[in-house]
């Protein structure tokens, strides 16, 4: 989808008043504030800003992501769809003309469903929308029917006592909050990321969770949970949050409660799939590498187009508008499309593996992995040496409605095994206050992108990754960073 | 959920000073505009207002829907939900002491579906989400598989040539617009409803829709087809709309399409459920009926909240409040749950021609079956003589941010049979402008209501019905009124 031309163009020069009118450090664009002195040459700003303003008048990587999603479709790691995005991804990177494309291993553990269900059967019957969780082992056949406990949240099962909960169906009842930096998944996720172990380890039979997700839609939202070998876990399922309405008000009724859950699903010890890496060479340190990057895996419902189809689109956008330049980068950039990040950041863990002797030369990290929303904010983990260029870059993105955030950073989840050796990480920080509406969901479809979004998304990484390959000074990667955030 | 009294009233005021400024008939309310003579005693006005603000108080009905969904749950006319739904009702009725409450049968032609699957096998492989329409005839077993014919809508599908879809698979992507009143739905629904037979006529082998329907969640919307004995159909089934622009996009790759269709469903042919009626006996003239409605039935899937639990709430309440009254309605007052709308207006059907020799005393019929939006309009089907009195009844709605909006009503689905005898009809138009995101899908849940529109509702509805009760004229249903709308 193309985006409408002279709407693009008025929205850059809006940008650009609605930044010299508001932004306090509008007076000295691009300089240094402590001593005034410029930090890119004239010739490198005038690339970030035409960057910028060609971002904006592409397509923010829609074609990327509507191409991935129509063709390939749910890609779970370690199923015949991830061999097969992978192969399309190399393809589609090499036909695009990067300087390198290849593929680096990752090897990890997976796991898929068959089949699951989850049925009120007592005092009423109810059949619920419900999948099961990633690594949920299978029930026994004909599946498992117990009188169902309700506790408020995880802490709630931490204090248990065993005695409440032996041969019972634990279900918990924790809601997602709605936040624009989805600061509600947080304390909510740990339901289901570690949830089952503990109800395995206080006798109970099976384990279900509110969906973590903020949409009353009647979609169960699946997800990874910590998978350790030989730690003991329980058949385990999320349900929509419209079931969990219902089952609260079942329980309400104040008779006892009793639920059949069934799960057949299959683990998978050990799977190779790779991460995909295309590469513009740098023209003064080839071996110095500004690493941008999303991940290809999705989970095996929906599309992936949200998580992370969108993300890929942008990061390969901003690539494609590098690589379109007369001029070279400086050092090198990467994009890098992880493998098996949902089921534990076995791609990210790879290339930090891979890159740990190396971390000095990688200048920073930075993932797309937040659906498509717009970016409202940057925020950096740097040496303070090199602060003053990140002040800088902020400086670039302003126009596109971009703030400074402070200090510290991540660099997004495939980055984040990246951190135990101190890599510098960028965040662009997405709205993402309807992500959660769809995360890993069967309605994380293409239609669910707005593409305008993508074309600012794509703009930003563009000049991010540009600028980053110019500045004068390392991020600081190494020991110094490692600790902290 | 009881509402926030202090809000509520509130909201009263704010109505009527609404009502008050901007009313046209403001100064002239609850007066024949030709002869200003008073047209309901003041008695009777003050009754109104005092139900209107009683409404407003109250929970608009939002408990029995709440019971309904929670204890029932889905109830397709013919399951055993259905009956359990009917014995519910009763119970419920009785126990609110309504003076009388009494069963009336309605006899059909019913159907359950026992699975549907449609898949993109070629030149990509997809599932899609998808539901068999009302009365689809199951596939061969292991379904069928062609190639697809695209069509843009119905229109398309009446004037394609037969050798152009022979053997094949017809999809035809026609899409609902979204309207404040629905009118959206019209048009789209002839492709759900007699699409089928039309491509069993040219010699297809299946048929897929596009759901009519206006969300982008991943539902399908299922739905009735038109049911004749002895005409040919085909297995039909609908896909959500996010799967349907997957097809299109696959369809647009230019290569041959082929999908797989699998449907088992089976046809029953006769039934016998219920219209279940309470009824508040009038002191003067028990044996004319103000009769409101809604329809009991709902679709297999979801929980029928929307369609049509809200209609059931908010009737019932109407019927609550005037009941509570220390006076009696002069003319007898009928709450109708209707039974088997869902699957051809069958309680409507029954209901009519019980009544067919009897419709002098059937002062008016009114059917909430729309949703839990809010109503915005009165429009009335009566003779000349009941015209003022419709405008004073429209005067005492107007707190309620309802205008009139001219003359024509069909009373609603279940009264559309009562009209081919000259049934008047009141419609409240409610805005259904998500209605149809919901409408006929798993995601008709408790949660998409609103309570707050349903306590403007059920005010609405108990004037209407106490006003129509106390009319110094009856509304003219008979022959008279037979043609018009």
Redesign the interface.
Same mark, same amino acid.
């Given at each position: 989808m193309i985006m409408n031309k002279p709407l693009s163009l008025l929205a850059v020069i809006t940008g650009l008043c609605i930044a010299f009118l508001h932004h306090p450090l509008g007076a000295q664009t691009a300089m240094d504030a402590d001593s005034n002195q410029a930090i890119f040459s004239e010739q490198d700003l005038a690339i970030a800003r035409s960057l910028r303003a060609q971002g904006l008048e592409g397509n923010g990587g829609f074609d990327v992501v509507?191409e991935l999603?129509?063709?390939?479709?749910p890609r779970l790691a370690g199923s015949p769809a991830d061999a097969q995005a992978v192969e399309w991804a190399k393809a589609y990177l090499e036909k695009e003309g990067f300087d390198r494309v290849w593929l680096e291993p990752a090897t990890f553990p997976t796991w898929h469903r068959n089949m699951e269900k989850a049925t009120i059967v007592s005092p009423?019957e /109810?059949e619920m929308?419900t999948l099961a969780l990633g690594f949920s082992p299978a029930t026994p056949e004909g599946g498992v029917r117990a009188e169902v406990v309700m506790l408020d949240d995880y802490e709630a099962l931490e204090a248990v006592d065993a005695s409440q909960v032996e041969g019972k169906i634990i279900f918990v009842r924790n809601r997602m909050e709605r936040a624009r930096d989805g600061a509600g998944y947080g304390p909510a996720v740990r339901a289901r990321s570690l949830g089952a172990r503990i109800a395995a380890e206080k006798g109970a039979v099976a384990y279900v969770i509110r969906s973590i997700g903020t949409s009353?839609? /009647?979609?169960a939202h699946t997800g990874s949970q910590r998978f350790d070998v030989g730690v003991r876990s329980l058949p385990a399922v999320a349900i929509s949050?419209?079931d969990a309405?219902?089952l609260e /008000?079942?329980m309400g009724?104040g008779e006892p409660v009793a639920m059949h859950i069934e799960v057949d699903a299959e683990f998978v010890e050990s799977y190779t799939s790779h991460n995909v890496i295309a590469e513009i060479t740098g023209a003064k340190y080839p071996d110095q590498v500004v690493a941008i990057g999303a991940h290809l895996d999705s989970w095996d419902v929906?599309?992936g187009a949200l998580d992370d189809g969108a993300g890929i689109g942008i990061v390969t956008e901003a690539g494609r508008l590098i690589k379109s330049l007369d001029q070279r980068p400086d050092r090198s950039i990467h994009i890098i499309f992880f493998a098996a990040e949902e089921i534990g950041l076995w791609g990210g863990r790879a290339w930090a593996e891979k890159n740990k002797d190396n971390f000095h030369a990688i200048q920073v990290g930075a993932e797309s992995d937040f659906g498509a929303g717009p970016i409202y904010e940057i925020r950096a983990k740097v040496s303070d040496e090199a602060k003053p260029v990140i002040r800088a870059i902020a400086e670039e993105l302003a126009p596109l409605g971009i703030e400074f955030g402070g200090w510290g950073a991540w660099g997004g989840p495939d980055f984040r095994p990246a951190g135990a050796y101190g890599m510098a990480a960028i965040d662009l920080r997405q709205d993402g206050a309807n992500y959660f509406d769809y995360h890993h969901t069967?309605?994380d479809?293409?239609?669910?992108i707005n593409p305008e979004n993508m074309v600012q998304n794509a703009s930003a990484y563009a000049v991010l990754a540009w600028l980053s390959a110019q500045s004068p000074v390392g991020f600081g990667s190494g020991p110094d960073l490692i600790g902290s955030n």
């Open positions: 509507e999603t129509t063709l390939i479709g009423v /109810r929308v009353t839609n /009647r979609f949050n419209p309405d219902q /008000r079942v009724l929906g599309t069967e309605n479809t293409l239609d669910k």
